[in-house]
């Protein structure tokens, strides 16, 4: 069964460093999302991928946040200074048309120290 | 403000009861709905999607009440792996999904 992969399952980064995530979605799918989630609260949107450009955003993805799709396969998510604030689990997902299910990935978790 | 909103839990059954969650979303604009179960610090996992028709997956069945913004989730016949926090989801824009902050079971021998 076709699934999301996202690496590394577990990051711990200083705070102020940059960190990149990836994400292959699931190779027919069109729309490639973030999610994130701090733990113990619920699952927050971050952003959306269509088409190589950025969909929808919520607003928590500030100017510190940034996606791209570098190649056919992969799909990233950089935060530029990372803050402690920042800690969570980040969750890639995908799905084959907009306005339906999505898929997830296992997650990274984030861990800012 | 776009929210969903769950019963807060937990619910403790024990096997082989029937257990129902309940939802309440804010966006009328809403078109599509699901149920997704989330384990212990893993992945949300697609459950079932929600239709205005309602809609049944074996022991699982789910309700949509459009007019008053209410979805519904039963599980019958509760085993020990149904125990898991599940997720009230819905579209709440052209490509983003609202999470409700879930409702956790747990299924007891």
């Known amino acids: 069964e076709p699934e999301v992969t996202q690496t590394p399952s577990h990051q711990v980064t200083q705070m102020g460093q940059e960190v990149i995530l990836r994400c292959v979605p699931i190779s027919n799918h069109l729309y490639f999302y973030w999610y994130r989630q701090i733990l113990g609260q619920k699952v927050e949107f971050l952003v959306s991928f269509y088409n190589n450009e950025i969909s929808e955003k919520s607003e928590i993805f500030d100017d510190q946040f940034s996606v791209e799709r570098p190649d056919g396969s992969n799909f990233t998510l950089k935060i530029r200074s990372t803050k402690l604030e920042d800690s969570a689990m980040y969750f890639c997902?995908?799905?084959?048309?907009?306005?339906?299910?999505?898929?997830f990935g296992q997650g990274t978790r984030l861990t800012v120290v | 403000r776009k929210e969903v909103e769950q019963d807060p839990g937990p619910f403790n059954v024990p096997e082989g009861a029937t257990v129902a969650f309940n939802c309440t979303y804010s966006?009328?604009?809403?078109?599509?709905f699901f149920w997704y179960r989330q384990d212990c610090r893993k992945e949300p996992k697609l459950l079932m999607s929600v239709y205005s028709s309602g809609n049944e997956d074996g022991r699982f069945t789910a309700q949509l009440n459009r007019a008053s913004q209410y979805i519904s989730l039963l599980i019958r016949d509760s085993k020990l792996s149904d125990s898991a926090t599940y997720l009230c989801?819905?579209?709440?824009?052209?490509?983003?999904?609202?999470f409700g902050k879930g409702t956790m079971l747990l299924v007891s021998p």
């Open positions: 997902a995908s799905s084959p048309v907009v306005d339906t299910e999505a898929f």
């Open positions: 966006n009328s604009a809403s078109q599509s």
């Open positions: 989801v819905v579209n709440s824009g052209y490509s983003t999904l609202t």
